[in-house]
């Protein structure tokens, strides 16, 4: 099944949304030194919601992992080799843009937040689909090393979060185990990911 992602516009600029009466920050981030006039805001939500259409587009037109070559990937996949890696980072890096373009705009607007959050997971549930042996395979640790540790920021975040609204924070404290685990387990083949690697502490 192709991969498929929900997320949550932060508000609509247009009068009768439902989003009309929620509280906004008066500029976007983007625009805080700059223009601040209604034009300039409405034109920067308009070029946001169409980054964002074409993101979530794009997701609907990605294969599954299992490669079975459905879809006319080159090369199929061969039964000892379920994951096609490079389709594997696409989701990956399909799910990061989300965060990318939500993240300046998270502090201020909770359905940014939110919707970095579920990336986030969508990057984490990923990674759970890889064995040992698609570590050693891939060719792209670069790539992954850089989308897991902006995912291990999103959780770092939340973490700190819930720590200021003394809520349970154990779910957020496994994600972020597991995610930096994926990171460990690069490190056989690209040991520069071991210096990089987020901690609560340095985040």
């Not at 805001?41 to 979530?56: L, N, P, Y």
């Not at 994951?83 to 594997?88: A, E, M, R």
């Not at 986030?120 to 891939?138: F, K, V, W």
Request: with cysteine; charged share 15%; aromatic share 8%.
């Amino acid at each position: 099944m192709p991969c498929t992602f929900v997320y949550c516009m932060p508000y609509e600029v247009t009068k009768g949304s439902p989003f009309a009466d929620m509280h906004m920050p008066p500029f976007p981030p983007p625009l805080s030194n700059a223009d601040k006039s209604p034009a300039a805001r409405a034109q920067f939500w308009q070029k946001f919601a169409t980054v964002q259409d074409a993101i979530s587009n794009f997701m609907t037109t990605l294969p599954g992992l299992q490669n079975t070559g459905l879809y006319g990937e080159i090369p199929p996949s061969s039964a000892m080799v379920p994951i096609n890696s490079v389709i594997f980072v696409t989701h990956t890096l399909a799910q990061l843009a989300i965060i990318q373009l939500h993240n300046s705009l998270a502090t201020d607007i909770p359905g940014s937040y939110d919707t970095c959050m579920t990336a986030a997971r969508e990057i984490l549930r990923l990674t759970q689909h890889l064995t040992p042996a698609d570590y050693a395979r891939t060719t792209m640790e670069v790539v992954l090393s850089y989308a897991w540790t902006i995912c291990a920021q999103v959780f770092i975040r939340h973490h700190r979060t819930l720590m200021r609204r003394f809520e349970d924070v154990s779910q957020v404290d496994l994600e972020l185990d597991c995610i930096v685990a994926a990171l460990e387990n690069l490190r056989g083949t690209y040991p520069v990911v071991g210096r990089t690697k987020p901690t609560l502490a340095d985040c």
